[in-house]
C-alpha cells in the first residue's frame, strides 16, 4: 500500500507560481511512476504530468506543456509540480497518483494510488 499526501495549493492570480508537493509511503518510491492529474467542477479528472521512473523523461499535456514541470526527489520520497504562468483556466483539484506500471501513463486507469488532491485556484 502507498499513501500520498499532497500539499502546495491555494489561490492565485494570473501570471502566477505556484508548486505543488506531494509525498509518499510505503513503499520504495524509486520503483514507482509519479503522476499529476487534475479535476474541475463538472469535469473529468485529466493528466496532467508524468514522470515514470528516477531519470527518465517527464511527459506533459499539452495545455500545460512550457508552463508546468514535474520532478521528484527520491531521497525525500516526494514528486513536484512547478506550475508556472498560471491561468483561469488551471483551477482545478490537483491529485498526485502513483502507479506501478511504466507505460501508458497518461490514462488515470493505470494508476494504483492516489492522494486526497489539493486546490488551486487562479483568478483573472
Known amino acids: 500500500q502507498v499513501q500520498l499526501v499532497e500539499s502546495g495549493g491555494g489561490l492565485v492570480q494570473a501570471g502566477d507560481s505556484v508548486r505543488l508537493s506531494c509525498t509518499a509511503s510505503?513503499?520504495?518510491?524509486?520503483?514507482?511512476?509519479m503522476g499529476w492529474f487534475r479535476q474541475a467542477p463538472g469535469k473529468e479528472r485529466m493528466f496532467v504530468a508524468v514522470i515514470p521512473r528516477p531519470g527518465s523523461s517527464t511527459y506533459y499535456a499539452d495545455s500545460v506543456k512550457g508552463r508546468f514541470t514535474i520532478s521528484r526527489d527520491n531521497a525525500k520520497n516526494t514528486v513536484y509540480l512547478q506550475m508556472n504562468s498560471l491561468r483561469p483556466e488551471d483551477t482545478a483539484v490537483y491529485y498526485c497518483a502513483a502507479s506501478t506500471y511504466y507505460e501508458n501513463l497518461r490514462e488515470r486507469e493505470n494508476y494504483n494510488y492516489w492522494g486526497q488532491g489539493t486546490q488551486v485556484t487562479v483568478s483573472s
Open positions: 510505503g513503499r520504495t518510491f524509486s520503483t514507482l511512476s
